[in-house]
């Protein structure tokens, strides 16, 4: 009997709680009901202050950040020129062309002068590497110099060939780390030299092609223009090279004859060479044969 009513208390006290605790819960909902009529008024005076003020204006960097994500190609372009212009001093015009164009991160490239019999400059061509991004400022304060007579101008674009060279030495290193895996798993002496020889070529390939990536960042870092310089209201003088004469112009014809002769003989013969083989094939058989039917005639006739 005492269990029985202990049992029956337990029971008692916990109905008790639960009771009480729906009577919390419906306080508690019948709390946030009431707060929820303030709230919506408040957020009702805030969406009027929002429509009383002027639209925010977006920032410009979340918009160009969340606008387009891709990454922008940057065009690969190879810049050539070529400018003549005319002036009052050739010599003077050219040192100031150097200047210009250390003044743009250039350098001159080659050099080739003209003068007249008297010694004075009078045609000057420079080859000139300038900077891409400088070329027409270059192009510009080069035509200062004095009258601009010609210009031209020519671009090409490489961007498909920079593109697919920064692939290919991309596959071609993953191709490496392969071949080089296989390389420590290699086990007989013929596997190993497989794989050597293997990775051998494909790192010839990689440099090769590193070697081309180079070139056309060269090409395409560097505008080149060729610049010439001419004095005013006269041509350029073309030198003409000097002959030799005497001993040593005779020896040199004479060489030059003889490689002449030579070189005409060793193309003959070079010409000639496989129907004489065609005609060896022919007939040395023929002549062997002819031969052994002349030592048997002597024996038949006995």
Do not use: Y
Request: aromatic letters at 2%.
């Amino acid at each position: 009997m005492g269990r029985i009513r202990a049992v029956t208390a337990v029971l008692a006290t916990a109905g008790i709680m639960l009771l009480s605790g729906c009577g919390a819960s419906n306080d508690d909902t019948s709390g946030t009901s009431e707060a929820a009529p303030v709230q919506k008024q408040g957020s009702e005076a805030a969406d009027g202050n929002a429509k009383a003020q002027p639209p925010a204006q977006p920032q410009a960097g979340k918009s160009q950040a969340s606008g387009n994500d891709d990454p922008t190609i940057t065009r690969a372009i190879i810049k050539t020129g070529s400018l003549t212009v005319e002036g009052d001093d050739v010599s003077d015009m050219r040192q100031k062309a150097v200047l210009a164009i250390a003044g743009l991160d250039g350098q001159v490239s080659s050099e080739d002068t003209g003068s007249d019999p008297d010694g004075k400059v009078t045609r000057a061509n420079l080859v000139l590497k300038v900077p891409t991004k400088s070329f027409e400022t270059a192009i510009q304060r080069l035509s200062d110099l004095g009258k601009r007579l010609q210009i031209h101008q020519e671009s090409t674009d490489v961007t498909e060939q920079v593109v697919d060279v920064a692939s290919r030495i991309e596959s071609q290193r993953a191709s490496l780390d392969r071949m080089r895996a296989l390389m420590t798993k290699a086990n007989t002496i013929a596997e190993i030299v497989s794989v050597e020889s293997e990775l051998t070529r494909r790192e010839s390939d990689l440099e090769a092609l590193l070697a081309k990536q180079k070139n056309l960042s060269l090409q395409t870092d560097l505008a080149t223009l060729t610049l010439t310089l001419t004095e005013k209201g006269k041509p350029p003088v073309e030198t003409e090279p000097a002959q030799d004469k005497g001993f040593l112009a005779g020896l040199k014809g004479g060489w030059h004859a003889f490689t002449a002769v030579f070189s005409a003989l060793a193309t003959a013969v070079g010409a000639m060479l496989p129907f004489l083989v065609l005609l060896a094939i022919i007939a040395v058989p023929l002549w062997r044969f002819r031969h052994r039917l002349l030592r048997k005639q002597p024996t038949a006739g006995q």
